[in-house]
């Protein structure tokens, strides 16, 4: 019986963008194919949000695969809060 190892069932999410830029995660590979885009969620200035990002360049580093996710701003949620809202 053969290990699977961690490169063949998970990669590394780099997010090159947007408001999650810098910061990276471990996914899992469906099917042995890398999600064309994710959602994620995250607070800003207290509100949780959702921001939507899609695959890029992939290219692997000391054996694992690793793949630039963009952010995709147009079906995301505003980043910043609306200025009337402030106001309240």
């Known amino acids: 019986m053969s290990e699977t190892s961690h490169s063949d069932t998970e ?7 947007g408001p999650l830029v810098g910061t990276a995660e471990r996914r899992y590979l469906v099917g042995g194919k890398v999600d064309e885009r994710i959602g994620a969620v995250a607070a800003v200035e207290g509100l ?9 360049d992939e290219r692997s580093v000391n054996g694992e695969r690793h793949v630039s ?3 995709d701003a147009p079906d995301s949620d505003p980043v910043e809060a609306d200025k009337d809202e402030e106001s309240l």
């Open 48 to 56: 949780e949000s959702l921001f939507w990002y899609v695959a890029g």
């Open 11 to 17: 990669y590394i999410v780099e997010y090159a963008d």
């Open 69 to 71: 996710y963009h952010f």
